[in-house]
């Protein structure tokens, strides 16, 4: 069984402060992680994965997340918040070949 | 351009009334699936496919069937469609099957049902 439970549903980030979205899994099996975003009206597009090479993972547009298998965590972090990262963002979980579990989602919004 | 493609983007019909959601992918892609995302409970999968003629069911399957006649294609059919099942619809593909490949997704399909 998999799951993912993202911890905050919205966050708020004045622009050029760092951005902290949260995300914890389980996992029978070791995990497969992503994290895509979704901007208003579009599809979703991936930012970054984990698929047990490096746990620092490096994204696009600035993003990174590391994953902590002692903590079973895998938070995205930006340190430099843009009005183009407003937008929602979801956790996703691969433990087997064929299912992807999704979080709920993050809301971004970016003051200016 | 790569891209996975839907038809239609928005759709209203009534309960009962049997409709098809089209997919189409041009990445020669073997594993596609679809998604309903509804608020709250992010996106959860409905049905999948790993390549043609083999497709399996996902975490909230009931209400709808799929085929994959055809590589590149994996409609999505609602036989009686229901209220419950006014969500928006995402289609997606990859080259391999979830666990490690990036999914590529369409762009949605806004359904109502009344």
């Known amino acids: 069984a998999q799951s993912v439970t993202q911890l905050d549903s919205h966050v708020s980030v004045s622009e050029g402060t760092p951005v902290l979205l949260r995300c914890n899994y389980s996992?029978?099996?070791?995990?497969?992680l992503f994290w895509y975003v979704q901007h208003p009206n579009k599809g979703l597009q991936l930012l970054l994965k984990?698929?047990?090479?490096?746990?620092l993972v490096k994204g696009i547009n600035g993003f990174e997340a590391e994953f902590k298998k002692s903590e079973t965590s895998f938070h995205l972090t930006k340190p430099s918040a843009h009005m183009s990262d407003a937008a929602e963002y979801f956790c996703?979980?691969?433990?087997?070949?064929?299912?992807?579990?999704f979080g709920a989602g993050t809301t971004v919004t970016v003051r200016a | 351009e790569a891209q996975v493609t839907q038809n239609p983007r928005y759709l209203i019909t009534v309960t009962g009334k049997k409709l098809t959601v089209t997919c189409s992918q041009n990445?020669?892609?073997?594993?596609m699936s679809w998604y309903r995302q509804d608020p709250g409970l992010g996106l959860r999968q409905i049905y999948y496919?790993?390549?043609?003629?083999?497709?399996d069911k996902g975490d909230v399957p009931e209400g709808y069937k799929v085929s994959r006649k055809e590589k590149r294609n994996f409609p999505l059919i609602l036989e009686s469609p229901s209220p419950n099942q006014t969500s928006l619809y995402f289609c997606?593909?990859?080259f391999g099957a979830g666990r490690t490949y990036e999914q590529y997704f369409g762009p949605g399909t806004r359904l109502t049902v009344t």
């Open positions: 997606a593909s990859s």
């Open positions: 996992s029978s099996y070791s995990p497969s």
């Open positions: 984990y698929t047990s090479a490096a746990t």
């Open positions: 996703v979980v691969s433990s087997n070949d064929y299912k992807l579990s």
């Open positions: 990445m020669n892609h073997e594993y």
């Open positions: 496919s790993m390549n043609v003629e083999v497709t």
